[in-house]
DNA sequence: CTGTTAGCGCTTTCAG
DNA sequence: CTGAAAGCGCTAACAG
């Protein structure tokens, strides 16, 4: 194993002098950094995680954990959320692995927290009173959730600002002149602040509880005229069903754009670009909030370190894109 | 940060105690180890796995690679893969992580490299000629291929007999008096060592290359009698379109039983047990093959550091299980 | 712009 | 059965 040591000495320079070069937290001359990196080269040096990490005070590591990773449907919103979350941590010097987690096991988590080699953690996924949001907790471990699971939540998250989304959605319902509008979903129960939004806009909402699959979405549009008489608005939260639905409506008499109007929320840009026209979607851009994620989770590890109680709370990500038509974006009618 | 120092003090033993409490690699008397027990569960102490690496010597951790997590479809087997190695590798007293990959980036390989806080690398889902082989294996860091990419691979690798597999298949084809066998797979040409035991054989093989998804088998179903009439038994290596055939074959007149054999060869136990009663298997059980990858995993990494040069070469996991008929198994007809 | 040095928290001899 | 002490390779003062 060649060490900082090695490379000092073919360069002809001090221990310290290598560290700088590689960290560049502090000037040194161009003719010693070539010296430093020729001598990297020559050796095939390559720095230890763990050195580094002991002697720096903190683990520059974070670690993703989600749930749902071998079940399906396997989102390609998932993806994009793990590559902003890569990307945002990255930006901000630190590294990030995602923890396997058993499906049937929680003791996963304990594991992973009595490891103490990553400074932090990013909860995907989580449910309703989910014990790793406690367990975290208690455990003083700087985490944050990434799509949070209820209102009111206390600890630090990252979510798109549903509220705003669903309004941009209902308004143009209420445009439209619909009164009925159907939910995609899968979940069980009507989504709170959906309920909320629709009380303002005195529009009524009906539950069409289906899985996120083609099949799901297919389904949907199968039973849809009977199950759902009234309803002429639907509102998707399913990225996958939703294209389901629009692709197969036609097979069972559904003639989208004169029948009802369907909007998309849960979609990401390029899935939005990709389905039928006339759809409307108020997409958004998973990879970007993923990375600010990132970047607020680095932050807490290094406000947590310096104890310089830095205040890193709630954030709601407010951005999000007000897509009119994905036709309209695409250059078509 | 309470230390082992702070944990020491309050259990009134020296430091190097606490480590051999925790470690259990010199005998304590029980009356120590219960005071120090007390302790840390008093402080809250948790060991620092940075601290620990360096002074070990190694890091105990190893990273999974793998490039298909985001992209459908999500076999049940690439879970119980994950879920192996984890299992393995823990029982070495080593922990592991998935390394995230950007679709797009192979730099990725290059960073978890340059970070070198993993003991070793497995790698999942090997293309031919794959570059993250050769830049481990110049890189000198310990891998193991799990489920390797063609025939001769001379590194190490843990994967089926497949020639053993494919030799229970087709000598169960040859006594039902079959010829001509068609091979479901996802690869646009034919499996060598498929190859080579039909020809023992003397059975012909027709390529039915398909995705491996519902949509993929059901296809393959329709199309069956009209692209392949000679056929009258079918192995087919994937997984889900196996049971999108079978199950969809009804409806394009193909009458199973009566027409053909089928053998699915890469399919977990549970779903062998899943499918209808027709179908025969040699199904095998992925979770215990990954198990014995991340044993040769951590086994691989400490010979490297003993350099004990203890071989850890080519290992072919041979067991496998003959299934005659999956309703057998289930008590059925 | 560069060198020297004191640790980070743990493992592991060596010495009882 | 237990303690003392020497590092592991690196970072970050401190001192030019």
Same mark, same amino acid.
């Given at each position: ?14 221990? @310290?002098?290598?560290? %700088? ?25 390559? @720095? ?10 903190? &683990?520059?590591? *974070? ?9 399906? &449907? ?6 994009? $959320? *793990? ?16 923890? &396997? ?17 990553? +400074?932090?953690?990013? $909860? ?6 989910? &014990?790793?949001? #406690?367990? $975290? ?15 009111? =939540?206390? %600890? ?5 600002? !549903? ?14 002149? #619909? ?9 069980? *129960? ?10 303002? =806009?005195?529009?009524? $909402? ?20 009977? /199950? #759902? ?15 389901? =639905?629009?692709? @197969? ?8 754009? /004169?029948?009802?109007?369907?909007? +998309? ?32 989770? *680095? ?5 947590? /370190? ?13 951005? !999000? ?10 250059? +078509?009618?």
């Amino acid at each position: 194993m060649t060490t900082r040591a090695d490379v000092a000495k073919l360069a002809g320079v001090s221990e @310290s002098t290598v560290s %700088y070069v590689l960290s560049g937290k502090r000037p040194i001359s161009d003719e010693t950094k070539r010296r430093v990196q020729a001598a990297i080269d020559q050796t095939g040096y390559k @720095s230890n995680y763990a050195a580094a990490a002991l002697a720096g005070g903190l &683990p520059r590591m *974070v670690t993703m954990m989600t749930s749902n990773l071998f079940l399906a &449907p396997p989102s390609r919103i998932d993806g994009a $959320l *793990v590559d902003g979350i890569v990307a945002g941590v990255r930006e901000r010097g630190f590294h990030s692995v995602i923890w &396997p987690i058993s499906n049937d096991d929680d003791s996963d988590v304990d594991v992973l927290l009595q490891l103490n080699f990553s +400074g932090g953690v990013i $909860l995907m996924n989580v449910i309703e009173n989910d &014990p790793r949001v #406690h367990l $975290l907790h208690s455990e003083k471990v700087p985490f944050v959730v990434l799509g949070r699971s209820n209102v009111g =939540f206390s %600890y630090n998250f990252v979510d798109r600002d !549903f509220e705003a989304v669903y309004k941009v959605a209902l308004s143009k319902f209420k445009a439209l002149g #619909h009164t009925h509008i159907g939910v995609l979903t899968g979940h069980a *129960v009507m989504n709170s602040y959906l309920k909320k939004v629709a009380k303002d =806009f005195k529009l009524k $909402l009906e539950l069409m509880h289906t899985a996120n699959s083609m099949d799901g979405g297919a389904s949907a549009a199968k039973n849809f005229k009977k /199950k #759902h008489p009234k309803v002429t608005g639907i509102i998707s939260l399913l990225d996958i069903a939703i294209i389901g =639905f629009v692709t @197969s409506a036609p097979n069972f008499g559904l003639s989208i754009p /004169k029948d009802c109007s369907i909007i +998309g929320v849960n979609m990401l840009e390029e899935q939005a670009l990709s389905t039928v026209p006339q759809i409307s979607t108020v997409a958004f851009d998973a990879y970007d909030m993923a990375k600010s994620c990132g970047r607020i989770m *680095v932050d807490a590890i290094e406000a947590g /370190k310096n104890s310089k109680s830095k205040k890193v709370s709630e954030y709601w990500v407010g951005d !999000f894109m007000d897509r009119e038509s994905t036709a309209k974006l695409d250059g +078509g009618s």
